[in-house]
């Protein structure tokens, strides 16, 4: 089974989240490159030392809540997929509550269109994810990943990580 095929099989807009350097920014490079046409919205560069996936992800760095949501604005439109890695990096610099519900909003709103979205969430060093309650409120599945297992509702999906690529479900 693709991991894209395990993590969307619960829903439209799913979380994935875990500790620093558990593999979320990996897998949700490897599901962009099952689902495409695909928009990986990135704060930060982790991507850029991945391998470059295909020219059927569009890739767009951004720094702040409003950014993200003028990239999904003006970038959507025939996509089949929205990745954003990770989604609460500038809710837990900004602290704007309303804007960051606006987005998780926007992100429900293109997911009941049809159109998957992808959420990485990061966690802080008291192992909490900023933002838990908007992940799970809007959320169709929160998922954990540990490394090398996806886990979440009750199921799993071992995963192995490699330079190019993500093998799952083992």
Same mark, same amino acid.
């Given at each position: 089974?693709?991991?894209?095929?395990?993590?969307?099989?619960?829903?439209?807009?799913?979380?994935?989240?875990?500790?620093?350097?558990?593999?979320?920014?990996?897998?949700?490079?490897?599901?962009?490159?099952?689902?495409?046409?695909?928009?990986?919205?990135?704060?930060?560069?982790?991507?850029?030392k991945?391998?470059?996936?295909?020219?059927?992800?569009?890739?767009?760095?951004?720094? +702040?809540?409003?950014?993200?949501? !003028?990239?999904? &604005?003006? @970038?959507v439109?025939? %996509?089949?997929?929205?990745?954003? =890695?990770?989604?609460?990096?500038?809710?837990?610099?900004?602290?704007?509550?309303i804007?960051?519900?606006k987005?998780m909003?926007?992100?429900?709103?293109?997911?009941?269109?049809?159109?998957?979205?992808?959420? +990485?969430?990061?966690?802080?060093? !008291?192992?909490? &994810?900023? @933002?838990?309650?908007? %992940?799970?409120?809007?959320?169709? =599945?929160?998922v954990?990943?540990?490394?090398?297992?996806?886990?979440?509702?009750?199921?799993?999906?071992?995963?192995?990580?490699?330079?190019?690529?993500?093998?799952?479900?083992?």
């Open positions: 089974m693709k991991i894209s095929e395990f993590l969307f099989s619960r829903g439209n807009l799913i979380s994935i989240y875990g500790r620093s350097g558990s593999g979320k920014t990996s897998l949700s490079l490897q599901v962009a490159s099952e689902v495409y046409p695909s928009l990986f919205i990135a704060e930060g560069n982790d991507y850029m991945k391998p470059v996936l295909s020219h059927k992800t569009r890739f767009v760095e951004v720094s +702040s809540v409003f950014e993200i949501a !003028k990239a999904i &604005v003006q @970038g439109s025939g %996509m089949k997929l929205v990745v954003i =890695d990770p989604v609460n990096r500038s809710y837990r610099r900004e602290r704007n509550y804007d960051f519900m987005l909003t926007l992100l429900s709103s293109i997911s009941l269109s049809g159109t998957k979205v992808l959420l +990485s969430w990061e966690m802080t060093w !008291k192992n909490q &994810v900023s @933002g838990e309650k908007f %992940m799970r409120k809007t959320s169709d =599945d929160v954990l990943t540990t490394g090398t297992s996806l886990i979440g509702n009750l199921r799993e999906c071992r995963f192995r990580i490699y330079r190019d690529k993500v093998v799952g479900c083992l």
